[in-house]
């Protein structure tokens, strides 16, 4: 048994996806090592300690709160007669422009994958190293809306495409096995469809990097990126067309409550990561 388990973890820890996540969080941690006497120890200690508790717990609360099945599935049956009374029942229509041609399979769970939290980790470390005050809103931002997307899971439990009859695949489980070393099935609760916080959060990204890009480049990628993760979540079968669209309204409404509660603070407390970074003007 012992053995199976040693065998186990050696082959996740020889897997490409595992070396290529551990590479990106060693280039963060360098840039964060680099920039640490203009930032301040504990300015970083502080931060990763909100981050890395917020994230365990928004991911253990999410899966202990998964729904039933029955429910579940009731639910994304409802969702479907709620897109087809609304035109918006597009995902097998979708889903068939892909699903004979290997390489745009390839390419929709590249952008799943890869596209989400290895982007947010280093939009993250980009906007607190250089762009304090972004920062601390978007960080917010994400508390905000995970903290209501938790609430939602728990109350409305919503199956995703791939798990009902609707002759949709799992193009990620089928194609790759990268997602579960990213995002462990242990933390994952399956019937969190509703809303989609993998669009949403990426779309917070994409603003963000559009908001402080100064490269032409880095500020096209910053508008592609929603659009081309919105692709991803419906075109892998793992949410819904409204799902995204309630994610991404989520998403966007919490950034709303953050700029609002930040403009009813007192200026002196406002948008501070570190007494040691740079603030920003707004523009």
């Given amino acids: 048994m012992q053995t199976a388990m ?108 890869w596209g989400h939290w290895p982007v947010i980790a280093v939009t993250a470390v980009w906007l607190y190293l250089h762009h304090p005050v972004m920062y601390s809103r978007t960080r917010d931002a994400f508390l905000v809306s995970g903290a209501i997307g938790l609430i939602v899971f728990a109350l409305y439990p919503v199956a995703p495409p791939r798990l009902i009859d609707i002759g949709l695949m799992d193009t990620v489980t089928l194609h790759s096995n990268a997602y579960r070393y990213l995002q462990p099935p242990a933390l994952v609760n399956q019937y969190a469809a509703m809303p989609s916080l993998h669009f949403g959060w990426n779309l917070l990204i994409g603003l963000m990097i559009f908001r402080c890009a100064t490269n032409v480049a880095a500020r096209i990628f910053g508008l592609v990126l929603p659009v081309l993760m919105f692709l991803a979540v419906v075109l892998s079968g793992n949410h819904f067309i409204l799902d995204a669209v309630a994610g991404g309204a989520l998403a966007l409404g919490a950034l709303g409550v953050v700029l609002w509660l930040n403009r009813a603070r007192p200026a002196t407390s406002k948008d501070t990561v570190s007494p040691a970074a740079p603030r920003e003007v707004s523009r």
């Fill in 6 to 113: 040693d065998l186990s973890v050696l082959n996740m820890l020889a897997s490409s996806t595992t070396v290529r996540w551990l590479l990106v969080i060693a280039i963060l941690a360098l840039l964060v090592y680099q920039e640490r006497h203009r930032v301040g120890w504990h300015s970083i200690g502080q931060e990763i300690i909100i981050v890395v508790s917020a994230f365990f717990l928004y991911f253990g609360v999410r899966g202990l709160t998964e729904g039933g099945v029955a429910i579940a599935t009731a639910h994304a049956w409802d969702i479907v007669e709620l897109e087809k009374r609304t035109g918006l029942w597009w995902e097998p229509d979708l889903q068939s422009l892909i699903a004979d041609r290997q390489w745009l399979v390839n390419a929709v769970n590249w952008v799943y994958i």
